[in-house]
């Protein structure tokens, strides 16, 4: 049962990247739409309203004002969505926190960076570009190593086996424990207790 909606002030934004449409759903993609999804279901809230060119929701996360929100620009325009709410909300970079998938990490990996590179990562680098910073804080979630001499694209958009996906279920509950440590200040204990590689 999902509690009411929570008049709250963000303080935080927590946005999961991915591309819209039941046909990317289970897409290594998509890695960061399942983790706030896992958010989502933790705190009994419902990511559906529409603003920012995302689907959305305001909530308090351990007494912290934050909007969780899932772009639905597609992958390579996230940072279009990311700036709007963080100018609405007069946000500063360093409390925007993107949860992405990372296709150096096997399934099941997790890695915390408080700021950084894009890493190759399309949805990220533009978030870079449009915020004009790179310091901002971010869960990196593993997708899956690309096989050599398998194109990027088809690797990103191809589905997680079915065993991948319940690793990624496991994966997303460290992700959201991750995720309340950080928006509560304590990105070096998330890194500490949920940094992991496999």
Not at 48 to 69: E, H, K, P, Q, R
Not at 142 to 165: C, H, I, R, Y
Request: charged share 25%; proline share 3%.
């Amino acid at each position: 049962m999902f509690k009411k909606k929570i008049n709250v002030i963000p303080e935080w934004i927590v946005v999961g990247l991915g591309n819209p449409g039941a046909q990317y759903r289970h897409t290594r993609h998509n890695a960061g739409f399942v983790c706030v999804d896992a958010l989502a279901d933790d705190l009994g809230i419902k990511i559906n309203t529409v603003a920012f060119d995302s689907l959305t929701a305001l909530c308090s996360i351990d007494g912290v004002g934050c909007l969780v929100m899932k772009p639905q620009t597609f992958m390579n325009a996230s940072g279009t969505a990311v700036v709007k709410a963080a100018k609405k909300y007069n946000i500063p970079h360093d409390r925007i926190l993107v949860v992405t998938d990372d296709v150096c990490f096997n399934v099941g990996s997790v890695r915390i960076r408080k700021e950084g590179s894009s890493g190759g990562q399309k949805g990220v680098n533009d978030i870079i570009v449009k915020l004009g910073t790179q310091e901002f804080p971010r869960i990196k979630v593993g997708a899956g190593k690309k096989p050599e001499g398998t194109d990027m694209v088809d690797w990103v958009l191809g589905n997680f086996s079915f065993d991948e996906q319940n690793t990624l279920k496991d994966t997303a509950k460290s992700v959201v424990a991750a995720i309340k440590l950080i928006v509560n200040g304590d990105i070096e204990l998330a890194i500490s207790r949920h940094n992991k590689t496999k």
